[in-house]
């Protein structure tokens, strides 16, 4: 073994601790000093003897908690990068935490998440033996471009041997690393699917073979879903896991595979969180564990809500989202299931990237291809926008036919929650950036928020 | 009064679609869109804007190969002061050819120029430029530049780069004809160049939707983008 690996790994395993001290444990810092000091660290480092990973662009970090929860109860030692980041230092701080001194693995399997534009980083070093990519949209305008060009980077960056488990409903990740291995998940036909796409994002829209127009038997969502093309006959893989009959009110469904019909308990009524709980059910099963085992784990696990913070306070309830700032798919999904909940709403958009304000101006382009149509609802009683884009936000909302009396303006984010009506009985939903300023600002916005509302009560 | 968009299953990236829906809104002028396997409405209609958005490499050459029969027509259309525009990399499938590392590929040739692709090397920046006296503000995102005799181009550069970070004239325009990098809802966010577009139309008073909100964005973010301490690549 080489002596630079060495070096790192100690140099990497001593900053831990310093780390811990002074507080700043969690970050990347580790892995971006072993990366340093030996760049291909990641060949070198000990890893289990089975290595799970996940990418695509939306629930993968789902997926992997799911997945690792389920390995864990079953008594796998599991390694993962929940604590860190997804690109190439975030894994190489898991993998180095996860070996002695003497370089020696104290785990069973590692699941780990994947950014998919770092793959071509970890997957030369890193060969998983089975691969998850849970869908390609459209994602961050700057960094990723679009999703073909991000299917094109897991063609290429993804080991041959890798065995794949692909979405049936996607054809954009369907169509990743032709060659290889691989078993398809999919979602049958759910009530208020529809044939043409009614969202802005359409990421797949001709035929991947002869770009002839494509056809769909039901869409769940934006090119998510069952497709064929007239013209060559092109069609979507079948599903060798599909959720079927899925019941919202008894909050059950059925996954049928080679080995038939088996019923699960639903996870969540979110058709993206359905999707996440089918993946990892399909993950389980390639795993070799039977569906009574998988659904027994699955019972005493809950989908994390790390990024859905819900309270009563006063008369309301707050609920405060992260809705991906520049994310316009992510956004358009937020929007979509707060208009979707019963009951009046009111939402305070602040999804402003804060450090982008800091260094330069957030590209705005996200705003026209996220469906901002969805708040022109009668249930979405008042929206207040904020932030440093607060009136392009305002703009887009007026554009999108929000009526101007249920809209307002505001640039600071505590005066726009001075804004919001409050209304008894009505659920606010504070919608969030992703960078940590936004974070941050959320939380004191929120509690201002809830002081208000139990003020009000009182 | 009709606006044609030229295959928006394949042009239709960065929210670029904005720009055609918003020119519509604020004309009256309908909409009517041309896909790859269909023959553009434009050389036998009156059309008041043709509009071609941002693409995927695919999509370039799929339009390539769609539009090459129809490159005289436009010529034509353009001679006779037809408006058309032409945004993001839709710009590069005018050019001569797009170099993508070791591969040549061959474009229209209707612009004096050509790409060079690097899809490893995503360029974004902020853009501040002049389109006469008017203030042109938008984003890049793009993987590659291009490079030849782009003349005064569309905009002049005030920050940021113009076809290439070396050059100040960004964009191409021929007549009516213009062609820009800049990304995303360029007539949302330059209410002054869309009311210009809709005058070129033959709008004879233009008012855009929602004209004051549009003006108010503008401003700040001309202001933000003529601050020189605000950084402009990203």
């Given at each position: 073994?080489?002596?630079?690996?060495?070096?790192?790994?100690?140099?990497?395993?001593?900053?831990?601790?310093?780390?811990?001290?002074?507080?700043?444990?969690?970050?990347?810092?580790?892995?971006?000093?072993?990366?340093?000091?030996?760049?291909?660290?990641?060949?070198?480092?000990?890893?289990?003897?089975?290595?799970?990973?996940?990418?695509?662009?939306?629930?993968?970090?789902?997926?992997?908690?799911?997945?690792?929860?389920?390995?864990?109860?079953?008594?796998?030692?599991?390694?993962?990068?929940?604590?860190?980041?997804?690109?190439?230092?975030?894994?190489?701080?898991?993998?180095?935490?996860?070996?002695?001194?003497?370089?020696?693995?104290?785990?069973?399997?590692?699941?780990?998440?994947?950014?998919?534009?770092?793959?071509?980083r970890i997957y030369p070093y890193v060969k998983p033996d089975v691969t998850v990519i849970t869908n390609l949209f459209r994602d961050s305008i700057m960094r990723?471009?679009?999703?073909?060009?991000?299917?094109?980077?897991?063609?290429?960056?993804?080991?041959?041997?890798?065995?794949?488990?692909?979405?049936?409903?996607?054809?954009?990740?369907?169509?990743?690393?032709?060659?290889?291995?691989?078993?398809?998940?999919?979602?049958?036909?759910?009530?208020?699917?529809?044939?043409?796409?009614?969202?802005?994002?359409?990421?797949?829209?001709?035929?991947?073979?002869?770009?002839?127009?494509?056809?769909?038997?039901?869409?769940?969502?934006?090119?998510?879903?069952?497709?064929?093309?007239?013209?060559?006959?092109?069609?979507?893989?079948?599903?060798?896991?599909?959720?079927?009959?899925?019941?919202?009110?008894?909050?059950?469904?059925?996954?049928?595979?080679?080995?038939?019909?088996?019923?699960?308990?639903?996870?969540?009524?979110?058709?993206?969180?359905?999707?996440?709980?089918?993946?990892?059910?399909?993950?389980?099963?390639?795993?070799?564990?039977?569906?009574?085992?998988?659904?027994?784990?699955?019972?005493?696990?809950?989908?994390?809500?790390?990024?859905?913070?819900?309270?009563?306070?006063?008369?309301?309830?707050?609920?405060?989202?992260?809705?991906?700032?520049?994310?316009?798919?992510?956004?358009?999904?937020?929007?979509?299931?707060?208009?979707?909940?019963?009951?009046?709403?009111?939402?305070?958009?602040?999804?402003?990237?804060?450090?982008?304000?800091?260094?330069?101006?957030?590209?705005?382009?996200?705003?026209?291809?996220?469906?901002?149509?969805?708040?022109?609802?009668?249930?979405?009683?008042?929206?207040?926008?904020?932030?440093?884009?607060?009136?392009?936000?305002?703009?887009?909302?007026?554009?999108?036919?929000?009526?101007?009396?249920?809209?307002?303006?505001?640039?600071?984010?505590?005066?726009?929650?001075?804004?919001?009506?409050?209304?008894?009985?009505?659920?606010?939903?504070?919608?969030?950036?992703?960078?940590?300023?936004?974070?941050?600002?959320?939380?004191?916005?929120?509690?201002?928020?809830?002081?208000?509302?139990?003020?009000?009560?009182? | 009064?009709?606006?044609?968009?030229?295959?928006?299953?394949?042009?239709?990236?960065?929210?670029?679609?904005?720009?055609?829906?918003?020119?519509?809104?604020?004309?009256?002028?309908?909409?009517?869109?041309?896909?790859?396997?269909?023959?553009?409405?434009?050389?036998?209609?009156?059309?008041?804007?043709?509009?071609?958005?941002?693409?995927?490499?695919?999509?370039?050459?799929?339009?390539?190969?769609?539009?090459?029969?129809?490159?005289?027509?436009?010529?034509?259309?353009?001679?006779?002061?037809?408006?058309?525009?032409?945004?993001?990399?839709?710009?590069?499938?005018?050019?001569?050819?797009?170099?993508?590392?070791?591969?040549?590929?061959?474009?229209?040739?209707?612009?004096?120029?050509?790409?060079?692709?690097?899809?490893?090397?995503?360029?974004n920046s902020l853009y501040l430029g002049k389109y006469g006296e008017m203030d042109i503000v938008g984003f890049k995102s793009q993987f590659g530049h291009s490079?030849?005799?782009?003349?005064?181009?569309?905009?002049?550069?005030?920050?940021?780069?113009?076809?290439?970070?070396?050059?100040?004239?960004?964009?191409?325009?021929?007549?009516?004809?213009?062609?820009?990098?800049?990304?995303?809802?360029?007539?949302?966010?330059?209410?002054?160049?869309?009311?210009?577009?809709?005058?070129?139309?033959?709008?004879?008073?233009?008012?855009?939707?929602?004209?004051?909100?549009?003006?108010?964005?503008?401003?700040?973010?001309?202001?933000?983008?003529?601050?020189?301490?605000?950084?402009?690549?990203?």
């Amino acid at each position: 073994m080489k002596l630079r690996f060495l070096m790192a790994l100690w140099a990497a395993k001593l900053s831990q601790p310093l780390l811990k001290i002074t507080k700043h444990n969690g970050t990347n810092f580790p892995g971006e000093l072993a990366l340093k000091l030996c760049p291909d660290f990641l060949k070198y480092v000990a890893k289990p003897r089975r290595i799970i990973t996940v990418t695509g662009t939306d629930g993968k970090t789902s997926v992997s908690n799911l997945i690792c929860d389920m390995l864990e109860a079953e008594g796998q030692r599991v390694l993962n990068n929940r604590a860190g980041s997804n690109i190439n230092s975030g894994v190489a701080t898991s993998l180095l935490s996860g070996c002695t001194i003497f370089n020696r693995t104290r785990y069973d399997v590692a699941v780990l998440e994947v950014d998919e534009r770092s793959s071509k980083r970890i997957y030369p070093y890193v060969k998983p033996d089975v691969t998850v990519i849970t869908n390609l949209f459209r994602d961050s305008i700057m960094r990723n471009g679009h999703p073909e060009y991000i299917a094109s980077i897991l063609t290429s960056a993804i080991p041959p041997e890798t065995k794949l488990i692909l979405n049936a409903d996607d054809l954009i990740s369907a169509s990743v690393a032709p060659s290889n291995p691989r078993v398809y998940f999919g979602l049958d036909r759910l009530p208020g699917d529809v044939t043409e796409c009614v969202n802005r994002i359409n990421d797949l829209r001709i035929c991947p073979k002869c770009a002839g127009k494509l056809e769909y038997e039901y869409r769940h969502y934006h090119h998510i879903g069952r497709a064929h093309c007239r013209d060559c006959g092109f069609q979507s893989p079948a599903p060798d896991y599909l959720g079927t009959d899925v019941d919202l009110e008894k909050m059950t469904m059925t996954v049928r595979d080679a080995a038939g019909d088996h019923p699960y308990k639903l996870l969540s009524d979110s058709t993206f969180n359905i999707y996440n709980q089918v993946t990892a059910i399909a993950l389980m099963r390639e795993l070799g564990m039977d569906h009574d085992k998988i659904a027994s784990l699955m019972s005493h696990i809950k989908i994390a809500e790390s990024r859905y913070l819900s309270q009563k306070a006063g008369q309301v309830e707050v609920v405060m989202q992260m809705a991906k700032d520049r994310n316009a798919l992510a956004c358009s999904r937020v929007f979509d299931y707060v208009t979707s909940r019963p009951g009046e709403k009111e939402l305070l958009l602040m999804m402003n990237n804060l450090s982008d304000d800091l260094h330069w101006s957030e590209n705005t382009c996200w705003l026209y291809d996220c469906d901002f149509e969805f708040l022109n609802d009668d249930g979405v009683i008042h929206v207040v926008a904020t932030g440093p884009r607060a009136k392009d936000y305002y703009l887009r909302l007026r554009l999108a036919g929000v009526p101007a009396d249920r809209v307002d303006c505001v640039r600071d984010e505590f005066e726009a929650a001075d804004k919001l009506l409050l209304r008894p009985g009505s659920s606010v939903y504070l919608l969030y950036g992703a960078d940590n300023r936004s974070l941050t600002m959320a939380h004191r916005v929120r509690e201002k928020i809830i002081h208000r509302a139990e003020e009000a009560q009182a | 009064m009709k606006i044609e968009i030229l295959y928006p299953e394949v042009c239709n990236l960065y929210g670029d679609l904005a720009n055609a829906e918003y020119l519509s809104r604020s004309s009256g002028a309908e909409i009517v869109t041309t896909s790859l396997k269909e023959k553009p409405h434009f050389p036998e209609e009156d059309i008041a804007l043709v509009y071609m958005g941002t693409t995927t490499e695919r999509g370039q050459e799929l339009v390539r190969d769609a539009f090459a029969p129809w490159l005289g027509a436009l010529k034509e259309r353009t001679a006779q002061g037809g408006l058309t525009l032409i945004t993001g990399n839709a710009l590069e499938i005018f050019g001569e050819y797009i170099q993508d590392e070791e591969r040549k590929i061959p474009m229209l040739g209707l612009f004096p120029s050509h790409a060079e692709r690097h899809m490893m090397a995503r360029y974004n920046s902020l853009y501040l430029g002049k389109y006469g006296e008017m203030d042109i503000v938008g984003f890049k995102s793009q993987f590659g530049h291009s490079y030849g005799d782009n003349g005064e181009g569309l905009f002049t550069t005030v920050r940021g780069p113009g076809l290439n970070p070396e050059v100040k004239p960004e964009g191409f325009r021929q007549g009516n004809l213009m062609a820009t990098y800049l990304v995303g809802p360029l007539a949302i966010l330059n209410p002054p160049f869309a009311k210009e577009l809709l005058h070129l139309m033959g709008v004879a008073a233009p008012q855009l939707e929602c004209e004051d909100i549009a003006y108010e964005a503008y401003q700040i973010r001309v202001r933000e983008f003529s601050d020189p301490n605000r950084g402009f690549t990203y």
